[in-house]
């Protein structure tokens, strides 16, 4: 049953209270580590076969690290007392789901977009998305929310519930170590994963790592959007049709589904430091993207959440000892 009530708790803190900036939170620590490591790596390294290994070097000690230290917070945490221990791993495990922080995220740029003030959102945009930001018009705004939000959707909400359903189904493990070790992998990928300099070996390794750590989950993601909406089929159809043009694995599946259910198109061209760059389009552009959209996809995202929760608490009923 500890298992049942941690995922409840984790579930509940995450949709009251999500990530308060005055709380340490195990990204920022990820992000701290991984940014004084890749210094060092890409200082030692100086070609493109010692930087590949430093790559796989990084990957693993962020990954296995963040899962490991993970477990022995809990452990101790225990030891001290049982019912410690399920508050602390409670508010880990939540701090591993995104589902309040994407909500937060899409209502800052939203609200002065409402209310006419086109420059405030499209400045605070620019600390969510990588994009050029500047020059965006109100549609091209609400576009780069909306793929923003069904693009996180998948590593930021449930593939984390992925992992963690997974880990806490293995004995004495518990939900906590996989799910933190995919945010380590996602983390990795956000910070070092490009193709382009001074990344392009070195982030090499955490990006495929990635891709294959969410590619699962995704399919999973999109199947269960998919039977929510009614219309599985079309939906399917669509992302048959349009995701598998996208460079990514993931992320052309996780934003095609929510296009499709929802009768918009994302994709098009975007701007990255003043460089155009050409998404294939993903759905028919059978209505405008408007701000109720978005909440419609973050919506669906809480359902899909809710229903593996749902599934999760089912299987660890029936499993003895969870």
């Known amino acids: 049953m500890t298992s049942i009530i941690v995922f409840t708790i984790a579930a509940i803190l995450d949709f009251l209270i999500g990530d308060p900036w005055v709380w340490p939170h195990p990204v920022q620590v990820m992000g701290w580590v991984i ?38 917070i809990i452990q101790a945490a225990r030891w001290l007392h049982p019912l410690l221990g399920i508050v602390i791993e409670s508010i880990i495990l939540a701090s591993c789901f995104a589902l309040k922080s994407l ?25 969510y998305v990588g994009r050029d930001t500047d020059n965006l018009s109100e549609t091209e705004i609400l576009r780069a929310v909306l793929e923003t939000v069904t693009e996180n959707s998948t590593d930021g909400v449930m593939a984390p519930l992925f992992y963690a359903i997974v880990g806490a189904c293995i004995p004495n493990l518990g939900a906590v170590p996989l799910a933190l070790a995919y945010k380590a992998s996602s983390t990795l990928d956000s910070m070092v994963g490009y193709k382009e300099a001074p990344y392009t ?5 955490c990006a495929r790592l990635e891709d294959y750590l969410t590619w699962f ?13 009614g219309k599985p089929l079309p939906v399917w159809r669509i992302c ?26 994302m994709g098009g061209t975007n701007w990255y430091r003043g460089v155009a760059k050409e998404k294939p389009l993903l759905g028919d552009a059978i209505y405008p993207i408007t701000p ?3 909440h419609q996809a973050l919506q669906l995202t809480r359902y899909s959440f809710l229903l593996w929760l749902g599934i999760a608490i089912a299987i660890l009923f029936l499993l003895p000892n969870k």
């Open 201 to 205: 070996y070195l982030g090499w390794f």
């Open 217 to 229: 989950p995704c399919r999973l993601t999109v199947i269960t959007l998919a039977l929510l909406s």
């Open 35 to 72: 940014s004084r490591l890749t210094k060092f790596w890409l200082h030692l390294c100086q070609n493109s076969i010692t930087q590949k290994i430093a790559g796989i070097v990084l990957g693993m000690i962020l990954i296995i690290g963040s899962g490991c230290i993970g477990w022995l």
């Open 240 to 265: 048959r049709r349009d995701a598998i043009l996208d460079p990514s694995p993931n992320s052309g599946w996780s934003e095609c589904a929510y296009a499709a259910i929802l009768g918009v198109q």
């Open 292 to 294: 109720t959209t978005i």
């Open 103 to 127: 909500r937060t995220a899409a209502t800052d740029v939203l609200q002065p977009l409402i209310a006419g003030n086109l420059p405030e959102a499209q400045k605070i945009l620019s600390n």
